[in-house]
T-cell receptor, first 112, second 110 residues
Framework: NAGVTQTPKFQVLKTGQSMTLQCAQD?????MYWYRQDPGMGLRLIYY???????DKGEVPNGYNVSRLNKREFSLRLESAAPSQTSVYFCASLEGMNTEAFFGQGTRLTVV | EDQVTQSPEALRLQEGESSSLNCSYTVSGLRGLFWYRQDPGKGPEFLFTLYSAGEEKEKERLKATLTKKESFLHITAPKPEDSATYLC???????????FGIGTKLQVIP
């Protein structure tokens, strides 16, 4: 049982490049989330998807887009990367009402 | 506006020295409060969920409690392996939105 899998684990981008962070969960969870984590800022919600076919903005959505491809997969796209997007990105999924979220191991992204 | 504050930001304890971490909140429509542990370079790991004031949960040396305004994570006789960042998070609204506090970085010295 893999849980939540994120790819890639590490990535270096040049300013202006685009990329997609992939996330897949095998727990049949309805809700999925993308967070970024920066020193002194904690985990900040970028986008979330309460169920297949729906997405909503979190605290810091600017510069990102998401796709809930199916129930298992939730991708995060950076169309034109900026140094301010250097961060560790975490994907999470949640089973249903009032239950805990399970996290992937993170993607460490550096934009130079 | 929903707000959650964790304190202290950092805590250094001697092995065996019990203490408490605090998560105070003003969240409308709170449906659940979570505690997570995060080790360096890893994703957060779930510890507890609390749903209503007065609720308590325990796991090994950790005990989480919830009042109407705050939650505490009590650590009894901590060991060096308890060193980590402890995060509280809350579930609110009708759309499964989970928001995290900044965390408390705990260091337990042998």
């Amino acid at each position: 049982n893999a849980g939540v899998t994120q790819t890639p684990k590490f990535q270096v981008l040049k300013t202006g490049q685009s990329m997609t962070l992939q996330c897949a969960q095998d727990m049949n969870h309805n809700s999925m989330y993308w967070y970024r984590q920066d020193p002194g800022m904690g985990l900040r919600l970028i986008y979330y998807s309460a169920s297949e076919g729906t997405t909503d903005k979190g605290e810091v959505p600017n510069g990102y887009n998401v796709s809930r491809l199916n129930k298992r997969e939730f991708s995060l796209r950076l169309e034109s990367a900026a140094p301010s997007q250097t961060s560790v990105y975490f994907c999470a999924s949640l089973e249903g009402m009032n239950t805990e979220a399970f996290f992937g191991q993170g993607t460490r992204l550096t934009v130079v | 506006e929903d707000q959650v504050t964790q304190s202290p930001e950092a805590l250094r304890l001697q092995e065996g020295e019990s203490s408490s971490l605090n998560c105070s909140y003003t969240v409308s429509g709170l449906r659940g409060l979570f505690w997570y542990r995060q080790d360096p370079g890893k994703g957060p790991e779930f510890l507890f969920t609390l749903y209503s004031a007065g609720e308590e949960k325990e796991k090994e040396r950790l005990k989480a409690t919830l009042t109407k305004k705050e939650s505490f994570l009590h650590i009894t006789a901590p060991k060096p392996e308890d060193s980590a960042t402890y995060l509280c998070a809350w579930l609110s609204g009708g759309y499964q939105k989970v928001t995290f506090g900044i965390g408390t970085k705990l260091q337990v010295i042998p």
